[in-house]
């Protein structure tokens, strides 16, 4: 009974006490160590990128892949920009940078009006045939492209709209519309259904509620919304290909066409630099947004 | 011998400290409830307990071991926690059983103990459900058992009934209580209920801002608090507070509220200050309506507000100016407007400094 | 106001989405199905060949070479961008440091497009001048890896370049699920004494099986639709080694002017994944009653 007295505090000096003295423990050494090895595993490609793009082709022969360029030149950089060869053309891919920007902001602006008008409708007032059309849309979120493209190639080429502007911007409306619609629908269900209904009862209608009530609310989504769409509409290959036309190639496409089209030498420093080139407008858009693009890719995901 | 010691304990997250200096010591056996507003350091403290956070300074000694730096698990608690934390998509005899298993116990002797803790809890029936199938009280059930099957001297239980409905926490806490009287294992209890301090603990350590206020059976929490903050904190309706000033004039103590002078003679004072800013604190469930007895004071005032609450009712009046609540007979009839005659036994009332809180 | 009137807003608002779903999905699958009992060339004819397209389809060496690849494919980019992407969200949790920073560097691929994955690797992995060269050049002279010149190896390290890109969407994915594990459920696996990697096999790995699912099913889609990985890095090469469904429907459609076979593999391409995501679309959204708090 008297053994916890006769350790009392004054004998408790040498017992342990106070904080866990702290060791560098082989898991811990483990965890930096793993997460520094793939850290540099991904920032590899990007460093190899830029150090090619600012080597002059001489350097490339040599085979030296990871090495710091001799004799940095932004050479490639300018070609790549104003005079790279795609086939026969020499333009460079300034042009893919401006057609892909002609194509980005309206695709953008009407993708998200309609998801978010979408979502809307569907997340408050469900209307008769609601579920229908989201398990519709739901589905197309996760259908081949393959299945729609033919006949919609077709419909364009009647309407005489084929491999235009319109047309493309048409197209990624139409894909962006299941998660764009996702999104919007996800964000709403968080939204109290008594404000609405408050709204309602105030003697709001479907749009001035929607105008005045919740799109000032939804700007975070709105921010999430413009991300997701930059990034993916800036780095489309598949619909620009088919869907563009010539005249309005986007910059993936144009890229894909220096890189992999072989007349002559390749010049892989070009090939880098205008890599990067079409890499950048997401990149930064990306840097800049930071966490609000791992929001997008939360609420993408995550179901409502 | 005292089963859980905690001696000058302090703990810091980052550059906030939560506790400091603190001390505590729990008998073998015996009940003792944590309670304080959130934020109080009563979670830390069990935290602490239970190896979960790491200290600053300080020891922790569980049945008669020094603890301090000691993983967890061998400690030899057992813990309960508010939001269950039972162990997703596994049975509830997997839950049960998982510690052991991971521990080496030999299959038979997991087998015994699981089976005595479903036996003890009631949950017999349910072992091959999954958490997802239970309800918030079996849950609640399978996480004691969990602690159960430890066999250990020490539970603690950090805010067990939180997430419970009114009608589930009063039937879960007589379990609760009952377990404690079969096994008879010392229990830490951490809550922020009051009616759980009240109705299940041996001593109740009433905490703020990391420190205790006050360490004491309920009886003596509830009659002899000791500064305001305990004599706020416990109590339902809360205690009324007539704050004035202490005279020690020749016809004994007495506090006097501007208008209005009560007699204080028949207070036992813990120690006297004259002359000083002071709060007394009166029960409403203290406070009787008629002629005043012998010793009490008595006051007349108007019916402000009546809230029937059932088995009794509060009635609102004044006293000086200063709001009063009292609780009559839920049978009573009165309406706003009506005079009463009220008085209340100053024996049983507190009296605090009004600037240091303490009790006088 | 009137329900009937408050309606036709609605309806209004909705008609866009629902012109998209009637006729750009609905309309263009039916199409695209019917095209495929077609022996419609270089333009569509309207006749009726029967499964003649479908039996051709399975006899021809681009396709089932196509489908082997996607299943190579699909099983290690899916399996390796879970598996690292978990881990990287593990360690960085448990780091509880410098977040921000990796979480950066894992995540930058992604904002990156397929077209720049694959031609950076393609560079990296280039025999010439690539990886190869370099480590011979630091004197290792018989290091061999060409794996993008060998027919048999090329769709490895296709999966490779997607793993890099997309295994940052796991690791956030994942993170977030750690985040909302309750802390409680670890204090209560160190009370039991459970050893961390057990806590991870047993309880947190269950608990995070929805974000898994999620994950499965992003990386899946992206899969079934992988092309542009393919056309910049390989472009199906060497030879059609590293071919796959969805561009060989493209190269059917556009260059190979065969509209009859490209839409019956269209149509395979559809009715997998349709198998595939029915029970689970099923089960996520219409069993356990959508939106169900709006029921009052």
Redesign the interface.
């Known amino acids: ?1 008297s ?2 007295a006769e ?1 009392g ?1 004054a004998s ?1 000096a040498a ?6 003295p702290k060791r560098l423990t082989a ?1 811990r050494l483990g ?2 160590a ?2 520094i090895i ?2 540099l ?6 460093y ?2 830029v150090i ?1 793009s600012l080597k002059p082709m001489s350097e ?8 710091w360029p001799a004799a940095p030149t932004i050479a490639a950089w300018l070609k790549a920009w104003a005079s790279a060869c795609t086939g026969v053309t020499c333009n460079g891919i300034e042009v893919g940078f401006f057609n892909s920007m002609k194509i980005l902001i309206p695709s953008v602006i009407l993708s998200i009006a ?1 998801g978010a ?2 979502g ?4 408050f ?4 045939g609601a ?1 229908v ?20 190639v ?2 364009f080429s009647m309407i005489y709209l084929y491999s235009t502007l319109i047309c493309i911007v048409i197209v990624h ?2 894909f962006g ?1 299941p998660v764009m ?1 996702l999104l919007f629908r996800n964000f709403y ?1 968080g939204i109290p ?1 008594d404000l609405f209904k408050a709204a309602r009862v105030d003697g709001g ?3 001035s509620i929607f105008l005045q009530l919740i799109i000032p609310m939804s700007t975070p989504i709105l921010i999430v919304a413009v991300i997701l769409q930059i ?1 993916g509409i ?5 619909f620009g290909l ?1 869907f563009a036309g010539r005249e309005n190639m986007p910059m ?1 496409v144009q ?2 066409n220096i ?2 089209t072989t007349t002559g030498e390749r010049e ?1 420093n070009v ?2 630099a205008a ?1 990067i080139l ?2 950048l407008v ?2 930064v ?3 800049i947004s ?1 966490r609000w ?2 929001r997008g ?2 609420a993408g ?4 | 011998m005292a089963s859980v010691s905690v001696r000058r304990l302090a703990v810091s997250f980052g550059h906030v400290k939560v506790i400091e200096n603190l001390d505590l010591e729990v008998e073998e056996g015996e009940f003792i409830v944590l309670l304080g507003p959130s934020g109080c350091g009563k979670s830390t403290l069990l935290n602490t307990i239970a190896g979960l956070i790491d200290i600053e300074a300080g020891q922790v000694w569980i049945s008669g071991k020094n603890v301090t730096w000691t993983e967890p698990k061998d400690r030899g608690i057992g813990m309960v926690f508010q939001s269950y934390a039972l162990y997703p998509r596994m049975t509830v005899q997997q839950n049960l059983s998982f510690g052991l298993r991971m521990a080496g116990v030999p299959r038979a002797e997991i087998e015994a103990r699981v089976a005595k803790a479903a036996k003890l809890l009631q949950l017999e029936d349910l072992l091959r459900r999954r958490p997802a199938e239970l309800s918030g009280g079996q849950r609640q059930r399978v996480a004691i058992g969990r602690a159960l099957v430890r066999n250990v001297d020490v539970f603690l239980f950090d805010e067990p009934l939180s997430n419970l409905d009114a009608k589930l926490r009063n039937e879960l806490r007589v379990e609760i209580k009952k377990l404690h009287r079969d096994l008879g294992n010392t229990m830490i209890y951490v809550t922020h209920d009051q009616i759980e301090a009240l109705t299940l603990a041996d001593r109740i350590a009433v905490m703020r801002n990391g420190v205790i206020q006050q360490l004491a059976t309920p009886q003596d929490v509830y009659h002899r608090p000791k500064n305001q903050f305990v004599a706020g904190f416990i109590g339902s309706p809360t205690m009324n507070f007539l704050t004035g000033r202490l005279i020690l004039g020749a016809a004994g103590p007495t506090l006097d509220l501007g208008s209005v002078s009560i007699d204080l003679s028949a207070y036992g004072f813990a120690r006297q200050s004259s002359d000083v800013p002071a709060v007394l604190g009166v029960r409403p469930e203290h406070i009787d309506l008629g002629a005043a007895s012998p010793g009490h004071f008595a006051a007349n005032g108007k019916v402000e507000i009546v809230e029937p609450m059932g088995a009794d009712m509060i009635v609102w009046s004044r006293i000086a100016d200063t709001p009063v609540r009292i609780r009559v007979d839920g049978d009573s009839a009165f309406r706003n407007g009506d005079d009463i005659a009220f008085h209340f036994d100053l024996a049983r009332a507190s009296l605090f400094d009004a600037q240091s809180g303490e009790r006088l | 106001m009137q329900p009937r009137f408050r309606n036709w807003h609605v309806q209004l608002a909705l008609l866009p989405a629902w012109l998209i779903v009637v006729f750009a999905y609905l309309g263009t699958m039916v199409f695209t199905v019917r095209m495929s009992f077609t022996s419609s060339k270089g333009i569509p004819i309207m006749d009726d060949v029967g499964l003649r397209q479908y039996d051709r389809l399975f006899h021809t060496d681009r396709w089932t070479i196509s489908v082997e690849n996607i299943l190579i494919f699909g099983l290690l980019f899916i399996l390796g961008c879970l598996v690292l992407g978990f881990l990287l969200a593990v360690f960085v949790d448990r780091l509880a440091r410098f977040e921000n920073t990796l979480r950066t560097i894992f995540l930058y691929p992604l904002a990156m497009s397929f077209v720049v994955t694959g031609l950076v690797w393609q560079w990296i992995l280039n025999p010439a001048l690539g990886l190869q060269a370099n480590v011979r050049n630091w004197g290792w002279t018989s290091f061999t890896f060409d794996w993008l010149e060998q027919g048999d190896r090329a769709i490895y390290l296709v999966a490779f370049a997607g793993i890099w890109q997309s295994c940052g969407l796991v690791m956030a994915i994942m993170l977030a699920g750690l985040r909302g594990v309750d802390q409680e459920l670890w204090k209560a696996a160190r009370i039991d004494g459970i050893p961390t990697w057990r806590i991870y096999l047993h309880i947190i790995i269950p608990a995070l099986a929805p974000m898994f699912i999620t994950a499965t099913l992003l990386l899946a889609t992206a899969v079934v639709r992988s092309y542009d990985i393919v056309v910049a890095m390989t472009a199906g090469g060497p030879g059609i080694s590293s071919e796959v469904p969805a561009k060989f429907v493209i190269d059917f459609l556009f260059t190979r002017q065969n509209i009859g076979l490209a839409t019956a593999a269209a149509t395979v391409m559809l009715i997998t994944v349709l198998v595939v995501l029915m029970p689970w679309l099923y089960l996520q959204y219409f069993r356990s009653a959508p939106g169900a708090r709006r029921a009052a």
């Open positions: 009974m053994a916890l350790l505090p408790g017992e342990p006490a106070g904080p866990k898991g965890l930096y793993f997460l793939a850290a595993f991904f920032l590899l490609p990007f190899v990128m090619t490339i022969r040599y085979g030296n892949l990871f090495g309609i008008v979408t809307y409708a569907l997340s007032w469900r209307p008769r579920n059309l989201f398990a519709v849309l739901l589905l197309g979120a996760f259908m081949p492209y393959q299945v729609f493209l033919y006949p919609l077709r419909v409306t139409i519309l619609t269900a259904i209608a479907f749009w990034t800036w780095n489309d290959f598949l088919v993936t890229l894909n890189v992999n892989y090939n880098m890599t079409t890499a997401p990149l858009v990306y840097f930071g693009f791992v890719i939360a995901a995550v179901k409502g």
